[in-house]
């Protein structure tokens, strides 16, 4: 039997409803407003609509002349992107699926999807974290045509996800659901890859080996399969009701992954305001939802990308999310996975033992979660402990599993492998950051040491390859937030301190950048906020301060006694403004928000 909700829960609840009391009613009367105009293709002209009907073939008599559902669909297909080249073939499946059911849908437009597998450590991750909001313009674009009475929305990876659901909220008078194309299937075990990778680093391994590796654990089509940031794009859209239950997992090419997609295309021709279970993203997206989700982050350890970006998917529905609800919710919540980084399991094998279905209803009878929100798939998050299995081609639901299948990758809620969630907030006169812990070792939790200042990540492994890392270091990079470089992911230090690491020392990363969701074992102080170039804390460690790392009291300091009276460090950043398209986002530097609140642009 359910728990009643957690006391602490139900506060963090209670003070983003009171925070967004403003916002969110703004935001929900401009929706109504909108819906109370009826489906849009009503208000085009003739013209209008025989432009957007034009190549829509047997299709075109029905849309002009019918009360038929019409669905919009935004694709971010790519071929190079593997977790993305299966949704080729999804309009195809989504067109013949919507006429069988008496509807009809389009492509409205695609979306650019960058890999940050591919840009790791190059200039070009420089964009990343912007492409965001690039994805939340295009897809506006597509949708702003105005002929959809719903919409799929097919994405899976880093900054896509978050991006679509920054135009699903903006366009939360539609309803909206998101179809995955699931992971590949397992490779070569993510550690392995990873010590691989460590003995590159060092010298023990040439290139071909490194590259060996690598191939053989991205290999396929399908989302790659430790637990970064896709896969966990993948759980917040279960947990928040985007989703239909038990998708994000399926391997792509699978009988049951295209039933699914057919499943959502049907699901979204019958929560239209055609007919009688209209179900718009607006009443989807609302506060309860947002922490259902960052439950799901804390239980399933997550990326730390999410704390970025489930503030800016907040704002365009009206909520506002802050750190210390983070770290409200992480305090009661148990880390119940271990899926690499965290643990050796890949989501694969996470699924396999029960995966999502049992998380939720292991949560929900603790009282972890609201039950009570409104989904894409009816009423209630215990819709979400089904499992969807193929019979005949079609989606049936059936009970999810009772009892995990491997208590060595997902434990009960009553038994979990720690009692909190795996991200902490850190504060202190270095500013405001924080640190995934759940794969970080206890012992290396607190960390005291004297700085090295770095300016770029490139510059931290030429000191590396010079043997200038002797001692217990706090690696200090700087100049690395939004406003001065778009705020790149610096994953690719993670071999080169894991080798320090292991070599005896204790060693800790303090930046204003990013750090990959697949970053685990060092302990990493990121998104420190304000950044170094708006003349933050950050820009007054020198080297040889010491400065201490404290995950446990949830703080972050530099120890030298002058520290406040120092003048802060500047950087010549105008090298960051040419170059792989960066000329393009310069806008986007000067305006984007600080990290702590989205590193938002657009929103």
């Known amino acids: 039997m359910a728990q009643s909700l957690n006391d602490t829960i139900k506060r963090v609840t209670d003070r983003v409803q009171e925070r967004s009391e403003a916002s969110r009613g703004r935001y929900m009367d401009r929706m109504r407003q909108a819906a109370s105009e009826g489906p849009r293709r009503a208000h085009l002209t003739c013209g209008n609509q025989a432009h957007a009907y034009a190549a829509m073939g047997a299709d075109k008599d029905k849309l002009a002349t019918e009360r038929t559902p019409n669905i919009g669909v935004v694709t971010a297909y790519n071929d190079m992107l593997s977790a993305h080249q299966p949704f080729e073939t999804y309009p195809d499946i989504i067109r013949k699926a919507a006429r069988a059911a008496g509807g009809t849908a389009q492509v409205a437009g695609g979306v650019p999807a960058m890999c940050d597998g591919v840009t790791q450590g190059q200039v070009g991750m420089e964009l990343s974290l912007f492409s965001r909001d690039v994805i939340a313009l295009a897809a506006g674009v597509a949708l702003r045509h105005n002929p959809f009475d719903s919409a799929l929305y097919l994405g899976v990876c880093d900054k896509i996800v978050p991006g679509l659901v920054i135009a699903a909220g903006t366009f939360g008078y539609l309803p909206g659901i998101f179809l995955p194309a699931g992971p590949m299937p397992s490779g070569l075990p993510n550690d392995e890859k990873a010590k691989v990778r460590q003995k590159f680093a060092a010298g023990e391994v040439g290139r071909d080996e490194l590259m060996k590796a690598e191939m053989a654990s991205y290999h396929s089509p399908g989302t790659c399969t430790f637990y970064g940031t896709a896969n966990s794009n993948q759980m917040l859209m279960e947990f928040m009701g985007l989703h239909l239950p038990g998708a994000s997992f399926v391997n792509p090419g699978t009988p049951l992954r295209e039933a699914l997609t057919v499943a959502g295309t049907e699901r979204a021709l019958e929560i239209t305001q055609l007919g009688n279970d209209y179900r718009p ?25 999410l704390v970025l970006h489930l503030p800016a998917m907040a704002r365009a529905a009206g909520v506002e999310l802050r750190l210390e609800d983070f770290e409200d919710v992480s305090s009661v919540t148990p880390l119940m996975a271990k899926v690499y980084p965290n643990g050796l399991a890949d989501v694969n094998h996470f699924h396999a033992a029960g995966g999502l279905g049992y998380m939720i209803g292991e949560l929900l009878k603790q009282g972890l979660l609201h039950e009570d929100v409104k989904t894409v798939a009816g009423d209630g998050l215990g819709l979400y402990t089904q499992e969807p299995k193929v019979s005949e081609g079609r989606v049936v639901y059936g009970p999810g599993a009772g009892e995990t299948q491997n208590d060595k990758i997902l434990r009960p809620a009553s038994d979990p492998f720690q009692a909190t969630g795996g991200l902490k907030q850190l504060e202190g006169n270095l500013g405001k950051g924080m640190m995934k812990t759940s794969a970080v070792a206890v012992e290396r ?40 470089n778009g705020m790149p992911e610096l994953h690719s230090l993670t071999p080169t301190l894991a080798v320090l690491q292991d070599r005896g020392l204790k060693v800790a990363l303090v930046t204003d950048g990013r750090m990959s969701g697949a970053s685990g074992k060092v302990p990493s102080a990121i998104h420190v906020s304000p950044e170094a170039a708006l003349g933050g804390p950050l820009a007054r460690v020198r080297d040889g301060d010491l400065v201490r790392v404290d995950a446990v009291s949830g703080s972050i300091d530099c120890l030298a006694e002058d520290f406040d009276k120092r003048d802060p460090a500047t950087a010549d950043l105008s090298g960051n403004g040419h170059g792989v398209g960066r000329e393009l986002f310069a806008a986007f530097r000067a305006n984007v928000g600080l990290a702590e609140h989205g590193a938002g642009v657009v929103v």
């Open 445 to 484: 939790h607190v960390i005291e040491a004297k700085a090295r200042v770095f300016h770029d990540q490139d510059d931290v492994k030429t000191a590396f390859k010079n043997g200038e890392f002797t001692e217990d270091t706090v690696v200090v990079v700087r100049f690395q937030g939004p406003s001065s």
């Open 281 to 305: 993203v607006c009443d989807v997206l609302d506060e309860k939802a947002f922490v259902n989700g960052i439950v799901g982050l804390m239980a399933t350890g997550g990326s730390t990308n």
